[in-house]
């Protein structure tokens, strides 16, 4: 057997595992873009290690620390804005057990592959009796919302800067092209009437349009609003760490957030992986600050996440969990 044999053999092996679902191509582009954040990463850390570490020895840590007691700046308006679209969807329960859900759900998000995250959701609203379908469907409706708004926010406070960013390195509208298609098939995802999203979430939509507007997706829209004003103000402490910067470019900083965050959210949900957003955080905070900086800044801010996310979850699911029980013991009365 020649080697272009056994080459079309392998192939035809791949191309069969793909066919029968063993592996999907969704799979296939995950490990692809994963393997290739993991060689940008490796290339930056063993270019520029020397500086790296003379970069690290002069952070300002106290900043990072202040960053991670402030937290909840931007994650109380983001469980909060999660709470309005369950409302929204007909979905009954407090206040306090929904941040409870969200605080808890929150976790497996730094495990790669979003499966983790919505099977963690469905579970723990199908407990109570929630379909899996709402939960499914207000989680992507959640993300998309949440992007969107990013998006926006990103273009008021900071579109003159992003507009520059673009003008002066080409692979960022390449980088757009490819998250407006991406946008483009999760829309087709939603409308095709075949689609597996489109039969597990089947008419969730249609309950929840009439219920959004106008008040409800203004809340909604407001909250998560603040969620990215309340992160980039985070971003801002932990690049103060690095670089003094002028005040009034903490609108640019939260631009930077809001579209970085924004496309990570948009990829989470189909594929996701450590870097992602790390690595665009660096890049558009390198047209601000020395690139170096904006390494250890993204390194350092991932810290922050990471810390702030793990800390806070434990504080609001201990204060949710007192919460509804004095409730339950208020609506049972005295025994």
């Given at each position: 057997?020649?080697?272009?044999?056994?080459?079309?053999?392998?192939?035809?092996?791949?191309?069969?595992?793909?066919?029968?679902?063993?592996?999907?191509?969704?799979?296939?582009?995950?490990?692809?873009?994963?393997?290739?954040?993991?060689?940008?990463?490796?290339?930056?850390?063993?270019?520029?290690?020397?500086?790296?570490?003379?970069?690290?020895?002069?952070?300002?840590?106290?900043?990072?620390?202040?960053?991670?007691?402030?937290?909840?700046?931007?994650?109380?308006?983001?469980?909060?804005?999660?709470?309005?679209?369950?409302?929204?969807?007909?979905?009954?329960r407090s206040v306090w057990f929904n941040l409870?859900?969200?605080?808890?759900?929150?976790?497996?998000?730094?495990?790669?592959?979003?499966?983790?995250?919505?099977?963690?959701?469905?579970?723990?609203?199908?407990?109570?009796?929630?379909?899996v379908s709402t939960s499914i469907a207000a989680t992507i409706i959640e993300a998309l919302l949440l992007s969107l708004t990013g998006i926006g926010l990103a273009v008021l406070l900071a579109g003159k800067y992003l507009v520059q960013i673009i003008s002066e390195n080409p692979w960022f509208a390449i980088a757009i092209l490819v998250f407006t298609i991406l946008m483009i098939l999760i829309v087709w995802a939603f409308s095709n009437p075949g689609g597996a999203i489109r039969r597990l979430i089947d008419g969730k939509f249609k309950l929840l349009l009439p219920r959004l507007l106008p008040t409800r997706l203004f809340r909604i829209i407001s909250m998560m609003s603040m969620a990215w004003i309340g992160g980039g103000a985070l971003l801002f402490i932990t690049v103060r760490s690095v670089e003094i910067l002028p005040v009034d470019d903490i609108f640019k900083i939260i631009g930077i957030w809001a579209i970085s965050g924004s496309i990570s959210l948009i990829f989470s949900l189909g594929i996701s992986f450590f870097g992602l957003r790390e690595i665009a955080l660096a890049a558009l905070l390198g047209v601000l600050i020395p690139p170096i900086s904006a390494i250890v800044v993204a390194i350092a801010f991932r810290i922050v996440l990471t810390l702030g996310e793990l800390i806070w979850a434990f504080v609001i699911i201990v204060v949710a969990n007192w919460k509804i029980k004095t409730m339950n013991d208020e609506r049972l009365g005295p025994t």
């Open positions: 057997m020649s080697k272009l044999d056994v080459f079309k053999m392998y192939l035809r092996k791949w191309k069969g595992r793909i066919g029968s679902g063993e592996w999907t191509w969704g799979r296939l582009i995950y490990f692809s873009l994963f393997f290739a954040s993991s060689i940008f990463i490796a290339y930056i850390l063993v270019q520029y290690w020397s500086e790296l570490i003379e970069q690290t020895n002069e952070v300002h840590f106290e900043f990072v620390l202040l960053a991670v007691v402030l937290y909840p700046l931007g994650m109380l308006p983001t469980a909060l804005s999660w709470h309005i679209v369950l409302d929204s969807l007909g979905v009954d409870r859900a969200y605080s808890i759900s929150t976790l497996p998000r730094k495990i790669p592959g979003s499966i983790w995250f919505f099977s963690s959701r469905a579970s723990l609203y199908k407990e109570v009796e929630i379909p």
